[in-house]
C-alpha cells in the first residue's frame, strides 16, 4: 500500500492523510489556544499560511519523505490537530515523528497518546522499524515533557540546528525509541490509554 494511502484509526483517535481541503479546518484547530504564537512551533493560523502548510507536506509525501496526518476525532471527524512521519529512510528502517501539534482544547488529553500510539506501533509492528526519532526545540519544555513520557530516550541536543522565523537559532532535542525498546514502551503506552478509558487498538484503512 502506498505511502499516502492508509489511515491508523485507534479506539477515540484517526489519522488521515492530509489533503488540501482541510485547509479551513487547520485553521480552525490552530486558532484553538494560542500555542500558534509560540516561538518554539508553526502552526497554520491562517488560511494562507494553511494552504502552504499542506503543499509542502504534500511535496514532501510525493518523494517519498514525509506521510502528512491530519489528526481526527472518530466520533464526529473533527480535525483537531496534525502530526507525520517525516525523515523516512527505508533502507535504515527508520522514520521520524514530527510536525505533531494539536489544539489548545485537546492538548493533555487521549489525543496525543492515542495518536503516538498508533504511530508508534505501525512503526515498529507494521513497517518493521528499528529506530524512531522525535526531535522538539531545546526550549519547549512542554514538548520535551510529553516526549519523555512516551518512555523515549534523550541522545543529545544538535546546537544551530535550525534558523526559527524571527531568525533565532534554535537547538533541538533529539529523543528516540529504539525496536528493543518497543514493547517497554507499548506496555507503558497502553498503561495510560486504560487510565483514560482508552482501549487500545489499531485499524489500518485505505485513505
Given amino acids: 500500500m502506498a505511502a499516502s494511502q492508509y489511515s491508523l484509526i485507534g479506539n477515540l483517535v484517526a489519522l488521515r492523510p492530509l489533503a488540501r481541503e482541510d485547509a479551513a479546518a487547520l485553521v480552525a484547530a490552530a486558532r484553538d489556544g494560542d500555542a500558534w504564537r509560540t516561538v518554539y512551533t508553526q502552526i497554520p493560523a491562517e ?10 507536506a504534500l511535496r514532501a ?3 517519498g519523505e514525509s506521510m502528512p496526518f491530519a489528526t481526527t476525532l472518530r466520533e464526529d471527524g473533527r480535525v483537531v490537530g496534525s502530526t507525520r512521519y517525516c525523515r523516512i529512510e527505508p533502507a ?12 489548545g482544547s485537546w492538548q493533555r488529553t487521549f489525543v496525543n497518546t492515542e495518536a503516538k ?8 509492528e507494521g513497517q518493521g522499524c528499528q529506530r524512531v526519532q522525535l526531535q522538539t526545540d ?3 519544555q512542554q514538548s520535551r515533557r510529553a516526549i519523555e513520557r512516551l518512555g523515549a530516550r534523550l541522545e543529545g541536543i544538535l546546537r544551530n540546528d535550525r534558523i526559527m ?16 525498546e518497543w514493547p517497554q514502551v507499548r506496555a507503558r503506552l497502553e498503561a495510560a490509554m486504560r487510565q483514560r478509558g482508552v482501549e487500545p487498538a489499531m485499524e489500518l484503512a485505505a485513505g
Fill in 138 to 140: 531545546e526550549l519547549n
Fill in 117 to 124: 500510539y498508533l504511530m508508534l506501533r505501525h512503526a515498529f
Fill in 47 to 56: 488560511l494562507s499560511a494553511a494552504e502552504a502548510y499542506i503543499e509542502a
Fill in 61 to 63: 509525501r510525493d518523494t
Fill in 92 to 103: 535504515h528502517r527508520k522514520r521520524e515523528i514530527g510536525y505533531t501539534w494539536i489544539g
Fill in 165 to 180: 522565523p524571527d531568525g533565532r537559532r534554535r537547538h533541538s532535542a533529539m529523543y528516540s525509541i529504539v525496536d528493543e
